[in-house]
């Protein structure tokens, strides 16, 4: 018999968020999914979560806005998208006719932004939660200052929980100096689940020009180099909240994706892997089955949080 891979990320919300298995793309990693439809069965995935999505489309900060450092890279992309009404009536449709649940990313300026995001996205076909992003690097306004803060990470999380009846996923910046008091202060405030962790602010210098890489300057540093450090954040945060923690940051194997899940994750999120390997998603979820057969595991919660015992 197969294992039970199945996992239940919002087991407080009325609609709940099961996915078949805990294996999730990160957002801006994976566009809206559509794009990969042609390299492998995106479908197996336990969820796909779509590019952050705004109000209003944007166009995203000056180039240069990627440059690749030593085992990662550094981005300042600045949530260029193709604004939230375009999503509802371009992707949303496409996702309906998915087994695969697409959760949409979302990131506002104000608090007031946020809550029009989940009234605009509440109830529309094809979207089964929300991921709200206060933890973006890369924009002037919004982003990393509300997920800084417990008391603005707060505002923002009610603000959405109350216009949604969809679960809501918070996903948290690793850019502050307690990110589990955040972590808590999200979780009283109504999120069903935390996801953590979103970039950490970098730049990098182009010793010839000598300027900034960047055409924003700063950006935020993602891949394997940040990993280790992502993975002592989720152990932390899973330690001191009761609800689901997704953990994010530098997975590319099962062997990363099981380290997270060991520390207290109920699922991964794949992120830069995915521009070094289109199919790296599903790779690490191949691993994982064969970890859990080779392991002889029953089911995937024999597994969470199993460093922690
Ligand atoms: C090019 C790029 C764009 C991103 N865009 C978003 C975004 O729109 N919203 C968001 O919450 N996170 C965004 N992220 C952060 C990722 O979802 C993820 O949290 C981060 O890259 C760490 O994971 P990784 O090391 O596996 O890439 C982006 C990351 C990259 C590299």
Redesign the pocket.
Same mark, same amino acid.
């Given at each position: 018999m197969s294992a039970d891979l199945s996992v239940q990320l919002a087991p407080g919300n009325r609609r709940g968020l099961r996915l078949a298995n805990p294996v999730m793309t990160?957002?801006?990693?994976f566009g809206y999914g559509t794009e990969y439809g042609q390299l492998f069965d995106i479908q197996k995935l336990g969820a796909i979560?779509c590019?952050?999505?705004t109000l209003e489309p944007r166009e995203g900060n000056p180039q240069p806005?990627?440059v690749e450092t030593a085992c990662?890279?550094v981005?300042s992309?600045g $949530?260029q &998208?193709i604004g939230v009404r375009a999503l509802i009536k371009e992707k949303a449709p496409v996702w309906a006719k998915w087994r695969v649940p697409v959760i949409v990313?979302i990131?506002g300026e104000t608090v007031e932004e946020y809550r029009r995001l989940a009234v605009a996205l509440d109830g529309v076909k094809g979207v089964s939660a929300l991921?709200v992003?206060i933890?973006?690097p890369?924009v002037k306004a919004g982003g990393a200052a509300f997920g800084a803060d417990p008391q603005c990470a707060s505002e923002v999380t009610a603000a959405v929980r109350s216009a949604s009846s969809l679960p809501v996923i918070v996903?948290l910046t690793p850019n502050t100096g307690d990110i589990a008091a955040v972590a808590k202060a999200v979780a009283d405030a109504g999120a069903d689940a935390i996801? $953590?962790? &979103?970039?950490f602010k970098a730049m990098a210098i182009d010793v010839k020009t000598r300027r900034p890489s960047l055409g924003s300057i700063t950006g935020?540093?993602?891949?394997?180099?940040?990993?280790p450090v992502?993975l002592a954040m989720v152990y932390e945060v899973a330690g001191a909240v009761g609800v689901p923690v997704i953990g994010?940051?530098?997975?590319?194997s099962a062997g990363d994706a099981l380290e997270f899940i060991m520390a207290g994750a109920s699922a991964v999120?794949?992120?830069?892997?995915?521009?070094l390997n289109p199919r790296a998603s599903l790779d690490v979820l191949e691993g994982l089955e064969e970890f859990m057969q080779a392991e002889k595991v029953k089911s995937l919660k024999e597994l969470i949080g199993a460093a922690r015992e």
């Amino acid at each position: 018999m197969s294992a039970d891979l199945s996992v239940q990320l919002a087991p407080g919300n009325r609609r709940g968020l099961r996915l078949a298995n805990p294996v999730m793309t990160a957002s801006g990693t994976f566009g809206y999914g559509t794009e990969y439809g042609q390299l492998f069965d995106i479908q197996k995935l336990g969820a796909i979560v779509c590019k952050g999505a705004t109000l209003e489309p944007r166009e995203g900060n000056p180039q240069p806005r990627l440059v690749e450092t030593a085992c990662g890279v550094v981005n300042s992309i600045g $949530l260029q &998208n193709i604004g939230v009404r375009a999503l509802i009536k371009e992707k949303a449709p496409v996702w309906a006719k998915w087994r695969v649940p697409v959760i949409v990313n979302i990131a506002g300026e104000t608090v007031e932004e946020y809550r029009r995001l989940a009234v605009a996205l509440d109830g529309v076909k094809g979207v089964s939660a929300l991921e709200v992003n206060i933890s973006c690097p890369n924009v002037k306004a919004g982003g990393a200052a509300f997920g800084a803060d417990p008391q603005c990470a707060s505002e923002v999380t009610a603000a959405v929980r109350s216009a949604s009846s969809l679960p809501v996923i918070v996903k948290l910046t690793p850019n502050t100096g307690d990110i589990a008091a955040v972590a808590k202060a999200v979780a009283d405030a109504g999120a069903d689940a935390i996801s $953590l962790v &979103n970039s950490f602010k970098a730049m990098a210098i182009d010793v010839k020009t000598r300027r900034p890489s960047l055409g924003s300057i700063t950006g935020g540093l993602s891949g394997p180099a940040i990993k280790p450090v992502a993975l002592a954040m989720v152990y932390e945060v899973a330690g001191a909240v009761g609800v689901p923690v997704i953990g994010c940051g530098g997975i590319s194997s099962a062997g990363d994706a099981l380290e997270f899940i060991m520390a207290g994750a109920s699922a991964v999120q794949v992120g830069s892997a995915s521009f070094l390997n289109p199919r790296a998603s599903l790779d690490v979820l191949e691993g994982l089955e064969e970890f859990m057969q080779a392991e002889k595991v029953k089911s995937l919660k024999e597994l969470i949080g199993a460093a922690r015992e």
